[in-house]
């Protein structure tokens, strides 16, 4: 049995997803009302992060601003959160997360992937044989582009041993509470839940909308059909 | 006929609420990709802002890197958003916030708020007389403070005039697909609600299932009935 997790690191580069990340982290905020928590913010510098897409030249973003760099981080993570966003598709701009998601995974209890945040896990080759799932706009050109991961495509979230990966932005939320349920209990995740005024309906992960509305997960329909 | 909003500005201050800000500015960035739109993030200083609870010893938070100050704002602010959170409550650190939502609302084609980002408006003045709405949990404590607010329990998000006010937290998202709706049109609404994976259920305001979850709104339904 592990020791509760103390010690949650989330990734930031230029161009993630703010809400890959505050869905997540004001879950994880509330949780440390009651639980002892820390929180740090890693990213390649300490200069403040912009949420700004990379691939629409009007864009706006927001600045958050890290605690720790990749070179310098916590040496006691438990927990590692990756977001999503545009900015995953910038292979230079990433290469350090990606590294430091590779160098600190096989120390970690827990790694959630939100969003196209699985794309910077792939890389590191941590997802290599395992189910995992993603994006559903982006769903067949990453699981093209990321062929050693078992990309589940009709998924809300996805849990393979201590890997925890959700569907697109707001999906975040879900693997999120997912987690605190199997961690702390199902009465601390709803209680977060309910205090956020959420309605947290994908409590098992594997209903997911999206992978309709996308047109992704057929094949997966045939093979078990089949 | 008003021309479109160009510029958009949002107040934090010392324990706001994550969520409350980026699930309205995922949507307003993701906006941004194809309308023209600026941004602004406004603070009592320039230093970053913590989202970390005043009222829990053991809170954790992240810091947002503020772009102007209310003593410095930009002077084109077509729409003021207002987060929420724990950190409404400490009258002496958000009455610079108070106060520049009381000078800027004449000036202003839309104010939005969340969750008890409202108590920040009430306390401006400007949702005197005016229908609005507020987090759910602490409704009959806000409401009973701000008697001169037409409060409405019932709802996941209110519109009077030029104002749109929210429910708890992950209300916030609602009120500004709503906004969107109004102002750009619901396919560009229901565009963003699909990019974001996000299930867009509470369309028109009027369902609101966390009023009965905190038990308030039944005063307004026995006035409906006589």
Same mark, same amino acid.
């Given at each position: 049995m592990n020791p509760p997790p103390l010690h949650i690191g989330l990734i930031i580069f230029p161009g993630f997803q703010g809400l890959d990340a505050f869905g997540p982290l004001d879950i994880l905020n509330t949780l440390s009302w009651t639980h002892p928590l820390t929180i740090s913010v890693l990213a390649d510098t300490l200069t403040p992060t912009s949420t700004?897409?990379?691939?629409?030249?009007?864009a706006t973003g927001q600045l958050i601003q890290p605690t720790h760099t990749f070179s310098s981080p916590?040496?006691? $993570?438990d927990v590692l959160l990756v977001p999503g966003g $545009?900015?995953?598709?910038?292979l230079a701009a990433t290469a350090p997360a990606v590294s430091f998601i590779r160098d600190v995974f096989p120390r970690l209890q827990y790694l959630i992937t939100v969003c196209t945040g699985a794309t910077l896990a792939a890389r590191a080759g941590v997802l290599d044989g395992r189910r995992a799932t993603t994006n559903k706009m982006a769903f067949r050109e990453i699981s093209a582009a990321y062929p050693a991961v078992q990309w589940v495509?009709?998924?809300?979230w996805v849990v393979d041993g201590n890997v925890w990966s959700s569907s697109g932005v707001s999906a975040g939320m879900d693997v999120v509470f997912g987690w605190v349920d199997r961690v702390y209990g199902l009465a601390v995740a709803e209680r977060i839940a309910k205090g956020l005024e959420y309605e947290w309906v994908y409590r098992d992960g594997r209903e997911d909308p999206f992978a309709v509305v996308y047109g992704v997960g057929e094949e997966e329909e045939e093979e078990e059909k089949s």
């Open positions: 700004k897409s990379p691939l629409h030249p009007t916590p040496t006691d $993570l $545009l900015g995953t598709r910038d495509a009709r998924a809300r």
